[in-house]
């Protein structure tokens, strides 16, 4: 099995995209992406999209073809891949493990979706299409009520608080701020979410990942030759994925996700290294008491300890953990499919040094934790930079 | 890179199943597969499964760990893959992958599509999203009407006639009708199809493959694992995709699929067999000129022999070339996520030689030939018995 590495990386500006579609936005993103690995484009001999709901969005199937053909790549072989949120983590990992196997050399990796031109109800029922549509989105339970429950139970387990969930927002509209690609360009307070409508108490509208347009890409290569052609090639040293069970309801647990949990120890093994060891991570904020979720269940603080570390500033730039200095979902933005590869792009330019504003300082090994539905798929990934 | 081989097959009957949805389809496919592997389902390490267009059709996305929580399989890694009525077709070559890289030893790969519980525009309006939206179907070309400007094209270049295209549908309902699993269990007449109403001219209603629900799936291994385990493990030799401009009108030929030629040609010299060599082929025969145009353009006859080749009798079964002895996609049905599984599957009891009777005697090679949308995507699998 042949090591692999990023070699390229590029996004579209991420928020309400009125007059750029879903081509656009993948043919500016890609030709980023192309551009910044130097190459002509004729070394791309396989590509991969993940995007979620394009055929109930708008009723575009058969994306892999379509953006091949967009990008001029006709006739490499073109596969979309989905996991609902989780759509571009297990598109990346798809290229990975086709770079890896030896069977193609130089594979372009996209993400992306077209969210803000379907009216908000057909959002939200496309969306519940990524939980258990018969036992939850048919009886009312859209996403922000099944993460509501979480919330409530986290708050009842640990003694959570709204005010802790709040901080995790804060935080990232903060790094947001710093990231001309986010959604959200604007930093908020506390106040800000706390006095924020209730969606699905206790989650209030600052708790919730916007509805987003944008594309992101990245291009692999094995990384022998990656350095050869590449300064800063960035390896993927593990790639790994698990499942859970569709619906909340079949779950073991209500406050951990076992999918992130499963796909991260077998992600630490791989790479031979541990929770303290990450520098910096994006980790799948579609809400707030997610990101308090993910930094227990990847190991970062005990369970129950992820709303009192986020309230003390520990996840913020440069302090513990760096966590989603891209501004995460919540503030870069969330454009469904594109958001697991946008993770990647984002650790890659840390892993550069070439962050700018929100950089954090010396990071050497970056993580990407990408989350489908309400849990039922968990992507991640850890890279280092080789040189 | 791992050898990679089939160790076992399953499907469901493929029909009008009305008592029966998307998950029951796929726990009976599946649990056969696993069964006719003689696995106890422990050591599958991962899961793919094609489909279309379930978010349209019946508002479920995220199929991946769906199917995998319905089959008992949580929490390997399950990653949906789609590529129109590729989608099968990708989602094996992605298991393929998988495999052949080391990653995973045991994979599991489904295809399937619940169609029939959807308003009948609602489906066109899905099947549509298959080709180019923007470009064809808002425009009002449905996929009849596509195939069908290529059906005259056809006849204009090379005089194909209607009565040959009858002849492809009469030969797949004749091998369906040997075919317990085929939603059509009846032979019919060139008089049959020629007297059908016309859906797109010069298409009629029995030279399109039907509305299906169903469910296919195989179970991999290296081959190395495969031949301490299995009696008749069957190899794949080679597993190649290819894409081509997504709307008909953007290609130099509407005649010929360049997608299909690529993918042939890559795959004949990866396996190092030529046409002749294939004993047994599925091709994509989602219109009756469909596998007209597959015949040649895989290498079986000259272009534009195709329809004089059909009406002859050569395709038939033991005559020149098998071709299509599931009855395809006319005759077995096409529920489109399943069909390039159900591919697999047909061709695996071919070389088992198992087929009962509709085994092609003596079959040692065989292919599968899977096509999404109007042939923005093929994927082909050339397979050997190793035994």
Same mark, same amino acid.
């Given at each position: 099995?042949?090591?692999?590495?990023?070699?390229?990386?590029?996004?579209?500006?991420?928020?309400?995209?009125?007059?750029?579609?879903?081509?656009?936005?993948?043919?500016?993103?890609?030709?980023?992406?192309?551009?910044?690995?130097?190459?002509?484009?004729? =070394?791309?001999? +396989?590509?991969?999209?993940?995007?979620?709901?394009?055929?109930?969005?708008?009723? &575009?199937?058969?994306?892999?073809? @379509?953006?091949?053909?967009?990008?001029?790549?006709?006739?490499?072989?073109?596969?979309?891949? %989905?996991?609902?949120?989780?759509?571009?983590?297990?598109?990346?990992?798809?290229?990975?493990?086709?770079?890896?196997?030896?069977? #193609? !050399?130089?594979? /372009?990796?996209?993400?992306?979706?077209?969210?803000?031109?379907?009216?908000?109800?057909?959002?939200?029922?496309?969306?519940?299409?990524?939980? !258990?549509?018969?036992? =939850?989105?048919?009886?009312?339970?859209?996403?922000?009520?099944?993460?509501?429950?979480?919330?409530?139970?986290?708050?009842? =387990?640990?003694?959570?608080?709204?005010? &802790?969930?709040?901080?995790?927002?804060? *935080?990232? #509209?903060?790094?947001?701020?710093?990231?001309?690609?986010?959604?959200?360009?604007?930093?908020?307070?506390?106040?800000? /979410?706390?006095?924020?409508?209730?969606?699905?108490?206790?989650?209030?509208?600052?708790?919730?990942?916007?509805?987003?347009?944008?594309?992101?890409?990245?291009?692999?290569?094995?990384?022998?030759?990656?350095?050869?052609?590449?300064?800063?090639?960035?390896?993927?040293?593990?790639?790994?994925?698990?499942?859970?069970?569709?619906?909340? #309801?079949?779950?073991?647990?209500?406050?951990?996700?076992?999918?992130? *949990?499963?796909?991260?120890?077998?992600?630490?093994?791989?790479?031979?290294?541990?929770?303290?060891?990450?520098?910096?991570? %994006?980790?799948?904020?579609?809400?707030?008491?997610? =990101?308090?979720?993910?930094?227990?269940?990847?190991?970062?603080?005990?369970?129950? &300890?992820?709303?009192? +570390?986020?309230?003390?500033?520990?996840?913020?730039?440069?302090? %513990?953990?760096?966590?989603?200095?891209?501004?995460?979902?919540?503030?870069?933005?969330?454009?469904?499919?594109?958001?697991?590869?946008? &993770?990647?792009? %984002?650790?890659?330019?840390? @892993?550069?040094?070439?962050?700018?504003?929100?950089?954090?300082?010396?990071?050497?090994?970056?993580?990407?934790?990408?989350?489908?539905?309400?849990?039922?798929?968990?992507?991640? #990934?850890?890279? *280092?930079?080789?040189?």
């Amino acid at each position: 099995m042949r090591k692999v590495a990023i070699v390229g990386v590029g996004m579209s500006k991420f928020g309400e995209e009125w007059t750029r579609g879903f081509r656009d936005m993948m043919i500016d993103a890609g030709s980023k992406a192309v551009e910044d690995a130097k190459l002509s484009g004729s =070394e791309i001999d +396989a590509m991969y999209v993940g995007t979620m709901a394009p055929g109930s969005l708008v009723g &575009q199937d058969h994306i892999g073809a @379509l953006v091949a053909d967009y990008m001029g790549l006709t006739p490499v072989p073109a596969t979309r891949c %989905e996991a609902a949120c989780a759509s571009g983590g297990v598109a990346l990992r798809q290229g990975y493990m086709a770079v890896a196997s030896g069977i #193609h !050399d130089c594979v /372009v990796v996209g993400g992306v979706e077209k969210m803000t031109d379907t009216p908000g109800d057909e959002v939200a029922s496309a969306l519940g299409g990524a939980g !258990d549509q018969e036992w =939850e989105l048919f009886m009312g339970a859209t996403f922000p009520a099944i993460y509501a429950f979480t919330a409530r139970r986290h708050m009842l =387990e640990y003694g959570t608080t709204e005010e &802790q969930m709040a901080a995790v927002a804060v *935080k990232n #509209h903060a790094n947001a701020a710093k990231n001309k690609y986010a959604h959200f360009q604007n930093e908020i307070t506390i106040d800000t /979410v706390m006095k924020s409508k209730y969606v699905a108490s206790p989650l209030k509208l600052f708790d919730c990942a916007p509805i987003t347009d944008g594309a992101a890409v990245v291009v692999l290569m094995p990384l022998d030759k990656a350095k050869k052609v590449c300064e800063q090639p960035i390896e993927i040293v593990a790639s790994t994925q698990a499942s859970d069970y569709l619906a909340l #309801h079949s779950r073991a647990s209500m406050t951990s996700l076992n999918a992130t *949990k499963v796909a991260a120890k077998k992600a630490y093994e791989t790479a031979g290294v541990k929770p303290s060891d990450i520098d910096v991570v %994006e980790v799948h904020d579609c809400f707030t008491i997610a =990101e308090i979720m993910a930094i227990e269940d990847l190991g970062f603080f005990p369970k129950g &300890q992820g709303g009192p +570390a986020s309230a003390a500033g520990k996840t913020a730039l440069n302090a %513990e953990i760096s966590v989603n200095t891209s501004g995460g979902l919540k503030g870069c933005g969330h454009p469904v499919g594109a958001t697991g590869i946008k &993770q990647a792009v %984002e650790v890659v330019w840390q @892993l550069r040094g070439t962050a700018g504003a929100r950089q954090v300082k010396g990071a050497k090994v970056g993580m990407t934790h990408n989350v489908g539905g309400s849990g039922a798929t968990a992507v991640v #990934h850890i890279m *280092k930079n080789e040189v």
